[in-house]
């Protein structure tokens, strides 16, 4: 955030800023507890966003027409129901809630609580070019959760629980596939399979979108509400690991943080997927919590062991050919606000570091099970920051200062400069993270109200010293105070009210199938998108285009689209190939008027032509490529006999470079058979190059008799370094060749 601010020339601290500088809001479930960033963000939404963020846009566009001050600007904003506007408020000396500075702004801020179902849902909307983390459409079909399991903030700060109307989230679904062209959608909820109506949901999406490639994802699935019909609608399109979270291994913990489940409902989800097909599972589990002992740890152990030799027993009885494979991930209990659980301690490090290691010593002797586990002193620095105050923000300072950027990536991530800057600033990480908190005290999150009473959060903790389960809020009203506090109510969809649509005797369908070869070009800026993130793209082109694609069988299908030719990162081309198999017959003109509509202006569709199902690749039937070359910096090639250098390099019988292969060992590569031609155009003060290379698969008999070694693939650009190794150049793919030189069009 710091980082951003200063690229963006914006001073760090909000008082810092003038009239001349945007307001920097911030949001999200971190705002639940905004006193660690407080110095540095103008505004935190607190909540829902949906309608607060328009109510944001029209108050800052009065204050624009009206030409009002910052000061004017944030007050107009701090009228605005879930606004926080750290400024107005301060810290007394030894004192951690915020108080007003004065009668003008309120007491507690209240969170935002949209009306779900009903508000604008986006379904337009950028896709990258290159691969995102979660590289698929999201509709979220339930908020709030009603499970109550005590440890989770996102559970008790997104109360009420609502559910989207099962129309609706097929209207949404159809919307965002066909808009970004995604081959994957997510059900997101905070427990999807909570979803009153989620069986008949799933079949009916799957009913319209599996025949077109489009698999349907869900977060991991509640072992006490697995359904295997639900599982295999899930996984009908592809296969992958189910995902399960007992989050204890012994019952006595799994009550104390109001987990609701028991080994059994666990033991038989898992059996239940394994004799289905499933060979592989996740299991998560944590670790730390409160009240937890080292018998508690052998439980996850022991759990982990009965599910492998009850498996085992599976395997032998039904001879199935795979053993189960479980990956076990093992978090850290962070305390959290807003929850039973924040007066918590978490454990030290070093206790926290010999449980891990004892679980891991105890756990490497049961074959086929392995297991991941969260880096401790990150999990420390989640809870010093979850729980902290507003004194935490000059840490925040200096260890950005100190060169601290990124710290989530391991790579970037510098426990020294955590530790340095705090034993300057005099702040002790355990008296955040390791402390336990007095029920009766102040809390910097205090300013907050999401609607829960601290005095059921009180009971719950109480309940969980005692082993004592609560009834989750789904099944009978827990009596939080959410719903009383704000006036709202839960909305649940009466389970079986949609049955999804009749079923429908399909068609006969016309089993012929069409193959297309497409020229495309891949110019200008897309010369930074690798060829997987082009693919990528063009497949996405193709479902927005509504392209019936044809796709493979077996257990993970892909579409028939075959891009034989890798071009390398920076260079451009007029003639790619692409080569596809679709179920209709079209005209190659609405072809490429139906691809074009939905292609960026970078990589437009040339050339459409119908060719033979039985046609060779494009990969095997192209032998040569020719390229064009320009340097880069113009200046660079002025003072070289480019012509000399050119000349000497085919007077050559071989050229030999060093090429690195698998496991990093070095081999060299004799070049020269790849080379067919170079010729130097000069220019008034620089020059230009145009060669032909090798490529593809196709065999070739040009340059490849008794005396020279079989011409390989030639990447242009290593070419290029060989060639002139201190010059950089532009390169572009102009035109494609058969073994026979005859150019493909």
């Known amino acids: 955030i710091l980082t951003m601010l200063e690229m963006g020339k914006i001073p760090i601290y909000s008082k810092g800023r003038n009239d001349s500088h945007p307001l920097i809001i911030a949001g999200g479930p971190g705002s639940l507890n905004p006193e660690p960033l407080a110095g540095f963000i103008d505004a935190f939404i607190i909540g829902d966003g949906e309608d607060v963020l328009v109510e944001i846009l029209e108050a800052s566009k009065i204050s624009k027409l009206n030409k009002e001050s910052r000061e004017e600007s944030l007050k107009r904003l701090s009228k605005i129901e879930g606004i926080y506007i750290p400024e107005f408020y301060n810290v007394p000396e030894n004192f951690s809630k915020p108080v007003p500075v004065n009668f003008e702004f309120s007491e507690k801020i209240n969170k935002r609580i949209s009306d779900f179902d009903s508000k604008y849902y986006p379904v337009n909307f950028p896709v990258p070019y290159s691969s995102s983390i979660h590289d698929r459409a999201v509709i979220e079909i339930r908020r709030g959760c009603g499970r109550m399991c005590r440890f989770c903030q996102s559970c008790f700060a997104n109360l009420p629980v609502r559910e989207r109307e099962p129309e609706k989230v097929i209207e949404l679904t159809e919307e965002t596939l066909h808009n970004t062209g995604y081959d994957e959608y997510s059900l997101l909820s905070l427990s999807s399979s909570d979803y009153r109506n989620i069986e008949p949901l799933v079949c009916e999406l799957n009913r319209r979108h599996a025949s077109s490639g489009a698999s349907i994802s869900l977060p991991s699935q509640r072992a006490d509400a697995f359904s295997l019909d639900l599982a295999n609608e899930v996984q009908s399109v592809r296969k992958s690991t189910l995902t399960f979270a007992p989050e204890a291994g012994s019952q ?119 297991l991941n586990y969260h880096d401790s002193f990150l999990c420390q620095l989640e809870a010093v920051f979850s729980r902290g105050d507003r004194k935490l923000g000059i840490l925040i300072e200096r260890v950005w200062k100190k060169g601290s950027y990124l710290d989530a990536w391991n790579e970037h991530f510098n426990k020294k400069i955590w530790y340095e800057a705090a034993e300057e600033l005099n ?129 993970n299908p ?61 990969d095997r039937t192209v032998c040569w490529a020719q390229y064009t070359a320009s340097p880069v910096d113009l200046s660079e090639t002025k003072n070289i006999d480019m012509e000399y250098i050119v000349k000497n390099a085919i007077a050559r019988d071989n050229i030999f470079i060093e090429k690195q292969k698998h496991k990093g060992l070095k081999k060299l590569i004799d070049i020269r058979p790849s080379i067919y031609s170079i010729n130097v155009k000069k220019e008034e003060s620089f020059y230009n190059l145009e060669f032909v290379l090798k490529t593809g698969q196709g065999e070739s008999p040009i340059l490849c008799d008794e005396k020279m070694s079989k011409p390989g693939s030639l990447r242009a650009d290593e070419f290029l370094k060989f060639l002139t190794p201190d010059i950089k150049w532009s390169i572009k793919r102009e035109k494609l060749f058969d073994c026979n030189f005859k150019e493909l069009v």
């Open 252 to 370: 006595r913990l799994r009550d104390v943080i109001n987990k609701n489940l028991n080994e059994d409902q666990i033991m038989n989800a898992v059996m239940s997927a394994y004799k289905s097909g499933w060979s592989s599972v996740k299991l998560y589990f944590m670790i730390g919590l409160p009240s937890e002992t080292n018998e508690d740890i052998d439980e996850i152990f022991n759990l982990l062991k009965r599910i492998k030799d009850r498996s085992r027993d599976l395997k032998n009885e039904l001879e199935i050919k795979k053993h189960l494979d479980i990956t076990c991930t093992v978090s850290i209990f962070v305390p959290k606000p807003f929850t039973p659980f924040q007066w918590c301690a978490q454990d030290r490090l070093e206790i926290i570091n010999e449980k891990i290691k004892y679980l891991r010593d105890k756990v490497k002797f049961i074959k086929g099970v392995k």
């Open 427 to 555: 702040i002790n990480f355990h008296d955040y993270s390791s402390k336990k908190i007095n029920l009766d005290s102040e809390l910097p999150w205090d300013i907050i109200n999401i609607g829960i009473e601290k005095k059921w959060l009180i009971e719950e903790y109480n309940k969980s010293i005692q082993s004592q389960v609560s009834v989750p809020c789904d099944e009978r009203c827990a009596q939080c105070g959410v719903c009383d506090t704000f006036g709202k109510k839960t909305q649940i969809i009466e389970k079986n009210s949609f049955s999804g649509s009749e079923k429908i005797t399909p068609e006969k369908q016309n089993t012929e199938i069409y193959k297309y070869r497409i020229k495309i070009q891949k110019t200008d800026d897309f010369k930074y998108i690798s060829h997987l993130d082009w693919q990528r793209l063009l497949y996405r082109a193709f479902r927005k285009a509504n392209i019936n694609l044809d796709f493979t069988k077996g257990f």
């Open 558 to 618: 892909q579409p028939k689209i075959s891009i034989g030719l890798a071009l390398p990162i920076f260079a451009q081309s007029i003639c790619e190939f692409v080569d596809i198999e679709i179920k209709e017959n079209m005209q190659e003109n609405i072809l490429l008027e139906k691809m074009n509509e939905v292609l960026p202006d970078n990589s437009k569709v040339l050339r459409v032509v119908k060719i033979s199902k039985d046609e060779q690749s494009v």
